[in-house]
C-alpha cells in the first residue's frame, strides 16, 4: 500500500509570491491534516480537513488556506508570501473511522521564501 | 486549550546510558503518539498507547502511559548511535463543543547520542 505523498518536495518562492503544496493521502484515508515546521521548531497545526470539508484551522492568517479534493487528496495554498514562511510543511493522514486515529506522515514540502 | 509539554528539549548522552523523555499533557485523553524526526525528515510513527497502564517496547526504546497522572515516557536502554534523533508525543483529544479530533504536539526532544 502507498503511503502518503506530497510534492513537491522543494519550493523556492519570493516574497509576495504564492505557494501551493499537494498532497495524496492513502487509499481510504479521509482525514488530512497539514502541519508547518519551522527550523528546529515543534510541528504547528495548520488545517484539517474531512470528507472534503475544513474541520478545524490552527492559529494561521487567512493566506493559509486549502481544499480537498473528491478523491481525498488535499492542497495547501500560502498566497502573499512572507520570510517566515521557509518551513517544512507536513501532510498527515488518518483515519477516523478506526479507534487508533493515528496519524500517517508524508515526506513534507520544504518551502524557502527568499 | 490542551497543552503538552516534553522534557528535556535537548538530550546528551553516551552510548550505553538509559535516559527517559516524559510527556506531560494538560486535559483528558486515552490516545498518545510517539514519533521520531530524523534531522530534514518527516516524521515516523514509533508507538500508539491506547489505554492506561499501556506499555510497548520496539528495540532500545519503551514508551508507557498513565492516562490519570496524563503522563507518558519514553525510555532508551543502552542508548546507541542510531537512536540519534528528535522525539515527539502527540495527544489525541476530542474537542467535547464541537467534537473536532486535534492532535497536539510536543515541543520535541532532540536526543544526541555520544559514542
Known amino acids: 500500500e502507498a503511503g502518503v505523498t506530497q510534492s513537491p518536495t522543494h519550493l523556492i518562492k519570493t516574497r509576495g509570491q504564492q505557494a501551493t503544496l499537494r498532497c495524496s493521502p492513502i487509499s481510504g484515508h479521509t482525514s488530512v491534516y497539514w502541519y508547518q515546521q519551522a527550523l528546529g521548531l515543534g510541528l504547528q497545526f495548520l488545517l484539517w480537513?474531512?470528507?472534503?470539508?475544513?474541520?478545524n484551522r490552527g492559529n494561521f492568517p487567512p493566506r493559509f488556506s486549502g481544499r480537498q479534493f473528491p478523491n481525498y487528496s488535499s492542497e495547501l495554498n500560502v498566497n502573499a508570501l512572507e520570510l517566515e514562511d521557509s518551513a517544512l510543511y507536513l501532510c498527515?493522514?488518518?483515519?477516523?473511522?478506526?479507534?487508533?486515529?493515528?496519524?500517517?506522515f508524508g515526506p513534507g514540502t520544504r518551502l524557502t521564501v527568499t | 486549550e490542551l497543552k503538552v509539554e516534553q522534557n528535556p528539549l535537548f538530550l546528551s548522552m553516551q552510548e550505553g546510558k538509559n535516559y527517559t523523555i516524559y510527556c506531560d499533557y494538560s486535559?483528558?485523553?486515552?490516545?498518545l503518539y510517539w514519533y521520531r524526526q530524523d534531522p530534514g525528515k518527516s516524521l515516523e510513527s514509533l508507538f500508539v498507547?491506547?489505554?492506561?497502564?499501556a506499555v510497548k517496547q520496539e528495540g532500545r526504546l519503551m514508551a508507557s502511559l498513565d492516562t490519570k497522572a496524563r503522563l507518558s515516557t519514553l525510555h532508551i536502554t543502552a542508548a546507541v548511535h542510531d537512536l540519534s534523533a528528535t522525539y515527539f508525543c502527540a495527544v489525541g483529544w476530542r474537542q467535547t463543543t464541537s467534537g473536532t479530533y486535534k492532535y497536539i504536539f510536543g515541543t520535541g526532544t532532540r536526543l544526541k547520542v555520544l559514542a
Open positions: 498507547l491506547l489505554s492506561n497502564g
Open positions: 486535559t483528558t485523553s486515552d490516545r
Open positions: 498527515a493522514n488518518s483515519r477516523l473511522a478506526l479507534s487508533k486515529y493515528e496519524q500517517y
Open positions: 480537513y474531512d470528507e472534503g470539508e475544513e474541520r
